[in-house]
């Protein structure tokens, strides 16, 4: 497959693609995506979908915002199982260290692989280095925002919070971090926390924005919102003086990381497929008219929609293909208008194609 200038290419592994701008090398290329950020990509991951002298025409799409909750949270994070060992956890109050007396809260983005930081997924952590408990929440928007994560972490943990694709970064532009300190016992009480801050898409491109730290073996853009009791409060102004500053400040010392405990989670279980082809929903469609059968398989959807519903984090890709994409696009309806709060994306394109959907339950 050849790619040149003016294609319109999909991504293979991620959702998105855009319009190739120019060409860096033989292995690699610009991507200009729909949202106006230019990025590149590894040739190996693009498909080609319209080649520059293949004219189409763009059709309207009628997109309802409400569908598209751009932060998929972590299901298992959101709610471990009553039988981890994470619900027995009790905090040790003989764990506490003279240093956690004082607050000291970070936001953390940490590419799974960062050999291929600018194509891999980015976990979302907050670090707790302190003797407090802290109920939080982390906001997305600017002047209408929406909970992305509502929860308590524990003193001195570290707590996987989110998990976010490459069309997720633009809502990193506009975060606000409310929180309050707290013991379960008499305490010197804290100042509420409520911050507002932004991190640019293009910072997550940008090596040098990730660096070693204290907390994860790997680099992360490790961000102070409240560090020894001091407010960040220019957070929002330069994540490369951030990083600066968190590389010139003292290093914890390493029976100190020791006590930093990394919240286990349950690995995310594989989404459940559901085959939408009528030849898979029935052994024989003699009889059976054509708007029958198109009934039968939506009749199909929503009774598996109705039955995971109350599943949060429950992934279901369903299998429509790709045909005239009349079945999908009464699928997208359906989901607009009867399930608005699910999170829904492609389905992987290296393993389905172009024929399937992939809903998350909210």
Request: glycine share 4%.
């Amino acid at each position: 497959m050849t790619i040149k200038v003016g294609d319109r290419v999909k991504y293979l592994n991620n959702v998105g693609g855009g319009k190739v701008t120019r060409i860096k090398s033989k292995k690699e290329v610009w991507v200009l995506e729909d949202d106006g950020f230019e990025v590149p990509v590894s040739m190996s991951d693009l498909v080609l979908v319209n080649p520059a002298n293949f004219y189409f025409k763009d059709e309207p799409i009628d997109v309802d915002e409400s569908v598209a909750v751009h932060v998929p949270i972590d299901a298992a994070a959101a709610s471990s199982s009553p039988e981890s060992d994470e619900e027995d956890y009790v905090f040790d109050e003989s764990e506490e260290t003279p240093e956690g007396e004082k607050l000291s809260i970070y936001m953390a983005f940490v590419p799974k692989d960062i050999k291929d930081f600018q194509n891999t997924v980015i976990e979302v952590f907050l670090v707790n280095d302190s003797n407090y408990y802290m109920d939080f929440q982390w906001l997305l928007g600017k002047d209408n925002v929406k909970v992305a994560r509502k929860d308590v972490i524990e003193p001195l943990t570290t707590l996987r919070i989110a998990e976010l694709e490459r069309n997720d970064l633009n809502e990193m532009q506009n975060q606000r971090f409310q929180a309050f300190a707290y013991k379960k016992r008499e305490y010197s009480p804290k100042p509420a926390i409520d911050i507002s801050f932004g991190v640019r898409p293009v910072k997550f491109y940008k090596l040098h924005c990730f660096a070693g730290n204290d907390y994860f073996e790997t680099p992360a853009m490790l961000l102070p919102i409240v560090e020894r009791d001091v407010f960040n409060l220019t957070l929002q102004a330069d994540v490369d003086a951030v990083q600066n500053m968190i590389l010139q400040k003292d290093k914890v010392p390493s029976e100190q990381r020791r006590r930093i405990r990394v919240k286990s989670h349950d690995k995310q279980p594989e989404p459940l497929e559901v085959d939408l082809h009528i030849n898979s929903l029935l052994d024989t469609v003699v009889g059976m008219s054509p708007k029958e059968m198109f009934e039968y398989q939506i009749d199909k959807f929503n009774d598996v929609m109705r039955e995971n519903i109350r599943k949060k984090g429950q992934r279901i890709v369903f299998i429509h293909g790709k045909g005239d994409g009349v079945l999908r696009a009464e699928i997208t309806k359906q989901l607009r208008q009867k399930y608005p709060g699910c999170y829904v994306q492609d389905a992987s394109f290296q393993k389905y194609g172009f024929g399937a959907t992939m809903v998350t339950i909210r």
